[in-house]
């Protein structure tokens, strides 16, 4: 009998660079989170494996070749993703009055630096060519009264070139048409409410993945190429406009088997979320903003000019950071969007799910101003991928917001993201699918190695839920809008004690895997931002708060052939 057991994988104590901040403990990470027989689990065999049912994965779906069989998994319902609760729009050069140059421009400003110029230009020409594709797929985008595209403009953007649907409620609406085609493809099967829980790997290649489906149970899926479009880790953050799939299991998949991952101390953060004690932090879209709405702190002042010419429209950097500048000053714990001088109607038939949200608590967003500040948003950091989708490891592409791709630098551009997702789900579909038809034809489950054993701690039932929590606070005091160096070493402390005995666990359940998840990517987010002493983009030091050119660089982290976890510069 051969069943493979978790093997050691270990974070931290050296770093490409040196330093006191650097000097952290070792984590251990198992190499998979779940024991298996392949001898006594079913088996199932397809030629492209997509992990995650946003808007990258469905894309990625529908590339496939029509004699590639696809089976995409996803944990949840297909329309719970970040791209569904996706507000603002997606971003492409649309109007006479535009040019691809200037929103080249646009985000390669925003980005600090870190962009690669190729990869922008690339995507930001593709821009019309994809949102037109979802056009002839049925996405039906706001138009005005001359059936034209109505374009809006968020922050960072020197044009209007934002297409947006229901007003604000752009994902839902492309969502709902991305669905509708793939679930009418004769080639692709989608298992709903099915956690994958590890990727299998052979000698390196990544063959397949290790889920758990809702009524088959644990299975193993083997697969000729996989595609990791898992989004985002907003939930590792207590302030979070995340739903809550979003723990970062594809980061942590990838990185298990393998993959490299890079820009883990880029998060954004969204400047304004809906803040009222006891509830869900609902986005307030930027396009807010964009239509003439001002940020005022509790005693009215418009403050965004003392920070910034470009006002309310700057950065979502600069916006995050100068309204926590703010809260400091006026001793409040947030600041308010105000909208009454703009037309009462135009603003509700424009911002139809924000009133009724505002609404709720009784906020009428017409007259009264809305409560925000800002919270964890998108991870820019993520799976290293070249132009095409390849991962660094053999077999595995990845797509959308779970990917590092070189489009968003230190900083993304507000309605870049679906844009992103849309260019490199048709690149990873389009790549890992020709590769599948030019691989014979096996049938049968990989001799996976044995793995050494990670000792269990005692059987006691933990509080995941409390550990939980306390992460997300953990990450948010440290790792959030500002850090610094202490706060940083004690937030890498408390992961690596909790890691101790929750790595080292084997959970019958999705609510334990994602919580091992949220651990190994809160700490290497906390590594990368110990390890990068400047602030550039969303990553601000308060103890280096300045860009330092020497500093134009990316943190990568991959495992050795030993098991320790490896940094290096680039």
Known sequence: MTIVEPTARMIGSQSANPTPTSRVEQMIIPRYLASFDPKQLPHFFTDLLIVGGGLAGLRAANEAHPDVRVLVVTKDEIDQSNSTYAQGGIAGVLSPDDDFESHVRDTLEAGGELCDPVIVARVVREAPERIQELMTWGTN????????????????????????????????????????????????????????????TDDGVCCGGLVQHETRGRMLVWAKQVIICTGGAGQIYRESTNPDVATGDGHALAFRAGAELRDMEFMQFHPTVLYIAGSSRS?????????????????????????????????????????????????????????????????????????????????????????????????????????QGRTTAPGLWAAGEVTSSGLHGANRLASNSLLEGLVYGAYAGRGASREALETPE??????????????????????????????????????????????????????????????????????????????????????????????????????????????CRRLSFSRADDGRQEMSES
């Open 442 to 551: 096996d049938f049968r489950a990989r001799p996976l190695s044995q793995q050494a054993v990670v000792a269990a701690t005692d059987e006691s039932e933990l509080n995941l839920s409390d550990i939980r929590n306390s992460l997300k606070s953990q990450m948010w005091r440290a790792a959030g809008v500002r850090r610094e160096r202490d706060r940083l070493l004690e937030a890498a402390a408390a992961i690596d004690h909790w890691g101790q005995y929750v790595l080292a666990r084997q959970f019958e359940e999705p609510n334990g895997w994602e919580l091992q998840n949220m651990l190994i990517v809160s700490r290497i987010v906390a590594e990368s931002a110990l390890w990068r002493e400047e602030s550039r983009g969303v990553h601000f030091r308060t103890d280096f708060p300045d860009p330092k050119p020497d500093w």
């Open 141 to 200: 985008f706001d138009r005005d009264d001359r059936a034209s595209l109505m374009l809006g403009r968020e922050g960072g953007h020197s044009h209007h070139r934002i297409v947006h649907a229901l007003g604000d409620a752009t994902g839902k609406e492309v969502m709902r048409a991305v669905i509708q085609r793939t679930t009418e493809l004769p080639n692709v099967t989608v298992w709903r409410n099915t956690f994958t829980i590890d990727l299998l």
């Open 283 to 387: 986005l307030i879209t930027e396009a807010l903003r964009g239509e003439g709405a001002y940020l005022v702190d509790r005693n009215g002042q418009r403050f965004m000019l003392d920070y910034d010419e470009r006002a309310e429209l700057a950065p979502r950097d600069v916006v995050s950071q100068a309204i926590v500048t703010q809260m400091e000053k006026t001793q409040h714990p947030n600041v308010y969007l105000t909208l009454s001088h703009l037309d009462a109607d135009e603003v509700r038939n424009r911002f139809p799910s924000i009133a009724s949200a505002c609404a709720k608590f009784g906020i009428d967003i017409t007259t009264d101003p809305v409560p925000v500040r800002p919270g964890a948003h998108y991870m820019i950091g993520g799976v290293t991928v070249d132009d």
